[in-house]
């Protein structure tokens, strides 16, 4: 028996979807297993909704085969109670309020109403509840989908462009909301055009462009196609120079830009790296004005994989 964080809720491989002579998903293989966050990325028209859309059996698959929930791909019905989804933004009834809406979606899909309140309390909604749904704020309005979502006490739940149009706050309400979800046991499949935010919340990430796969694995072991390095400068001339001299005779690769210095971590662990130079600067009497870590970021590594095009 596996243990809960390898068990395998989505086993599914040569997912292909195809539209006449037009091929949108193109044999793709999904694997998410229990307890993960797994964003699904790629530029527009890669295939990201479609994905979705078959997973939850509202577009039936050209080919493809495995299982979801232990269930067959090809019977959605039998494996859908128990997976939740928010696919192209929440659709409720302005006049309602939260806690209305959440209890006629309840009482159409058969779920216990006495699950609401610990609900509302998962998406930050508890003391608004009562409010109409036409006075909250977008951020506030997707997280009731998600919330809606989770009616059923899902184990896979399913989150189409959660953050799409989301100010900041509601961002980072988002993020810590769908960090509770995982931290319950839930597997989430989350698609965001916003990289900056599914890397601050993803194990593991799946990479599409047109249709294809070009990447699934976690986000430590993403290709960057260039070095992480250390960004330095002096107060002036004078230390700028007096810091190439000692760089290079520490053994390190140093590049020199316009403002300063670029150091390649290499296989040094970054913070290590980085305080053996601040002290050996400060040992030399180098002021130093600038001394900070940079790494390619998610959105960095995924234009190098897929280019900078986006398609619709």
Do not use: W
């Not at 085969?65 to 128990?82: C, F, K, M, N, V």
């Amino acid at each position: 028996m596996s243990t809960h964080g390898e068990l395998e809720v989505v086993a599914v491989e040569g997912l292909t979807k195809r539209y006449g002579r037009r091929t949108v998903v193109d044999d793709v293989d999904l694997h998410l297993t229990a307890g993960s966050i797994t964003g699904l990325i790629g530029p527009n028209g890669a295939g990201k909704t479609t994905i979705m859309s078959m997973l939850l059996g509202l577009v039936r698959p050209s080919a493809g085969r495995g299982t979801i929930l232990g269930h067959d791909l090809s019977r959605p019905a039998d494996y859908l109670p128990d997976v939740g989804a928010l696919i192209e933004g929440p659709a409720f009834f302005g006049n309602l309020s939260g806690r209305g809406n959440l209890e006629y979606f309840a009482r159409l899909g058969g779920h216990d109403r006495s699950g609401i309140p610990a609900v509302l309390d998962l998406v930050g909604l508890q003391g608004r509840e009562g409010d109409s749904f036409s006075s909250y704020s977008l951020g506030m309005k997707q997280r009731l989908g998600i919330g809606a979502a989770l009616l059923s006490n899902p184990k896979l739940v399913i989150l189409d462009e959660p953050t799409n149009g989301v100010d900041p706050a509601g961002m980072r309400d988002i993020r810590a909301m769908v960090r509770r979800i995982a931290a319950d046991g839930r597997t989430v499949l989350i698609s965001s055009h916003l990289l900056a935010e599914l890397e601050h919340i993803c194990d593991r990430v799946i990479v599409l462009d047109q249709g294809g796969l070009r990447y699934s694995g976690s986000l430590t072991e993403l290709p960057a196609s260039r070095p992480e390095v250390i960004l330095l400068r002096g107060s002036g001339q004078s230390d700028d120079e007096a810091l190439h001299r000692m760089l290079s005779t520490q053994g390190l690769t140093v590049e020199r830009r316009a403002e300063g210095f670029a150091v390649d971590v290499g296989e040094i662990d970054p913070a290590q790296l980085a305080g053996r130079i601040n002290r050996n600067a400060a040992e030399s009497g180098i002021h130093l004005v600038e001394l900070h870590h940079q790494k390619q970021s998610l959105e960095d590594r995924v234009l190098d994989l897929v280019g900078t095009g986006s398609r619709s």
